[in-house]
């Protein structure tokens, strides 16, 4: 049971890192519905062992993460057609470089944080906390509005994450209520990227810094 | 040295052009065409090692050292690579190194070559084959470092065939992780799709073919049998990844690892029928994704 948590966070690092070298808006929602949907299945593997807590947890966050989030996006994108991130602020080729550098950090802060745990938590840590590390980079590196709430999803999936594999006993209620506030919050910024496309014709973000009061 | 190693190392040399047909035979299935002759690559090497070759007047004796030198390197690297489960001919402490040095040796004779002609056409394939190859080669360097870290042992042959053995259960992801890596390289480096399409002569896009358009006759055979052979190295280093060494014994095993060089084929075909070739600018930024693979699953190893 061990080895599938360890299974699901590389596939964590591996979307983290090909997040980073994607410009398709489209393909980049996939990527991220597929690190909800691998996140979502993290609570069946609980050290615990199977429960009806855990499975619950796992089907809510599958259906939010998997595919009502990247619903709302897609119904966003096609609102304001855009189709790709062009001119990040940092070039594919080198967000993919700095992405193996997080990782190799997040290694490393994932040892410091549990000097006496075995090689399966360290990878779950560093897992963790390089998709809260890909999520911030994606946020301050991508012009596009999209891009940006898409780092922010990913920053929630790594915090998703950590809580799940980590530490097993949150209770249920705090779990779900986390998620109802992603939820309310990626509504809500879907609205937001709507309406920017609507005034504005682009939802390049970085142009909004320009307007005047 | 055994009679099954010098079996395995011929065999491997008389089957590498079987690659080339398994491939071409796969995107004529795709295509719906029944496609030439699985055995059509041997007849070309016949065919052009009867005719006489012609040479310009350009050219020094770089270019006419240039198949036979590379055909001699790759001819050695094989001497390194273990077939499935029969140990490489020759092998010693710290080989991996050597093999992918003398796949360089390959490199460098086949771009001098080109350079050798005058042509700005070559010199362009040359420039990119050399810019992806550098690229190329750190995947494969830190994959075969993951390699090696996992089992102690530093001789390709050795290293290769209990690193099935050594994985634990936990290990799956450092497997998919190498492969995928070695996959990429393995594409880039024998110029199919989505790197490269052997099949056209479009210079834009051309890397491998551009450089060896102005070679002809035994020449030409020579490049084309020696590419055969570095598709079965490289091919070789992924199957063997893969084939894990079973108790039916040496020769049981050998075949398991043809018929897994022969599906590594298929899939190379398979890729070929279903991706379109990418841009140019975006290859260097897949082969690094190919080199951070690598790092990904040395750093799993490592710890």
Same mark, same amino acid.
């Given at each position: ?80 057609? %855009? ?42 840590? +560093? ?12 946020? %301050? ?23 799940? +594999? ?15 506030? +992603? ?31 | 040295?055994?009679?099954? $190693? ?30 030439? #002759?699985? !055995? ?6 016949? $065919? ?14 770089? &270019?006419?050292?240039? =198949? ?25 402490? @710290? ?77 799956? =992801? ?23 399409? #052997?099949?056209? *002569? ?5 890397? *491998? ?5 102005? *070679?002809? @006759? ?25 084939? =894990? ?32 070739? &990418?841009?140019?600018?975006?290859? #260097? ?7 951070? !693979? ?10």
């Amino acid at each position: 049971m061990h080895g599938m948590t360890e299974n699901i966070m590389a596939v964590l690092l591996v979307v983290n890192l090909a997040l980073m070298a994607s410009s398709r808006l489209a393909g980049c929602i996939g990527l991220v519905a597929l690190q909800g949907i691998a996140i979502g299945l993290l609570p069946l593997f609980a050290p615990g062992g199977f429960s009806a807590r855990g499975f619950l947890l796992a089907a809510f966050v599958a259906v939010l993460k998997g595919i009502v989030f990247p619903r709302l996006l897609h119904n966003a994108i096609r609102g304001a057609s %855009v189709r790709r991130e062009v001119e990040p602020f940092v070039g594919y080729g080198f967000s993919l470089i700095i992405g193996v550098a997080l990782t190799i950090l997040s290694f490393w802060l994932g040892t410091g944080l549990l000097p006496s745990s075995h090689g399966n938590e360290r990878i779950v840590l +560093a897992g963790a906390i390089a998709t809260v590390f890909t999520g911030l980079f994606l946020i %301050v590196s991508r012009r596009k509005a999209l891009t940006q709430v898409l780092g922010y999803l990913v920053m929630e999936n790594g915090i998703a994450a950590f809580g799940l +594999a980590v530490v097993s006993e949150i209770p249920l209620l705090i779990e779900l209520g986390i998620l109802l506030d +992603a939820f309310v919050a990626i509504f809500v910024m879907a609205i937001i990227i709507y309406h920017i496309s609507r005034e504005f014709d682009h939802i390049d973000a970085d142009q909004l810094s320009t307007l005047k009061g | 040295m055994s009679i099954e $190693k010098i079996c395995g190392y011929l065999l491997a040399l008389v089957a590498a052009p079987l690659l080339l047909g398994v491939i071409n035979r796969t995107k004529a299935f795709f295509a719906g065409r029944r496609g030439q #002759p699985l !055995f059509q690559a041997y007849h070309d090497i016949f $065919k052009l090692l009867r005719k006489g070759a012609v040479y310009s007047t350009t050219v020094t004796a770089v &270019f006419r050292a240039g =198949p036979p030198a590379s055909l001699a390197a790759v001819l050695l690297a094989l001497l390194f690579v273990p077939f499935g489960p029969v140990p490489a001919v020759f092998s010693f402490q @710290g080989d991996f190194l050597l093999v992918a040095y003398l796949l360089g040796v390959m490199r460098f004779c086949t771009v001098n070559a080109a350079m050798d002609t005058g042509s700005s056409f070559e010199g362009m394939g040359a420039s990119r084959e050399v810019q992806f190859a550098a690229l190329a080669e750190p995947a494969l360097l830190l994959g075969m470092a993951v390699i090696v870290r996992t089992t102690g042992n530093l001789s390709l042959s050795g290293a290769l065939q209990s690193f099935a053995s050594c994985l634990t259960t936990g290990s799956a =992801p450092v497997t998919i992780l190498l492969l995928a890596a070695w996959m990429i390289v393995f594409l880039a480096e024998n110029s199919r799709i989505p790197f490269d399409d #052997p099949n056209t *002569h479009l210079e834009l896009t051309m890397i *491998h073919e551009v450089m060896v358009l102005d *070679h002809g @006759g035994p020449d030409f055979a020579l490049i084309q049998w020696g590419a055969a052979l570095k598709m079965w190295v490289l091919g070789a280093l992924v199957v063997n990844l893969l084939v =894990p060494s079973v108790a039916g014994g040496e020769i049981a095993g050998a075949g398991i690892f043809l018929g897994g060089m022969l599906a590594l084929a298929a899939a190379a075909g398979t890729v070929e029928s279903t991706m379109a070739r &990418f841009r140019l600018l975006r290859v #260097p930024q897949l082969l690094v994704a190919a080199g951070s !693979f690598s790092i990904l699953a040395l750093i799993l190893v490592l710890r």
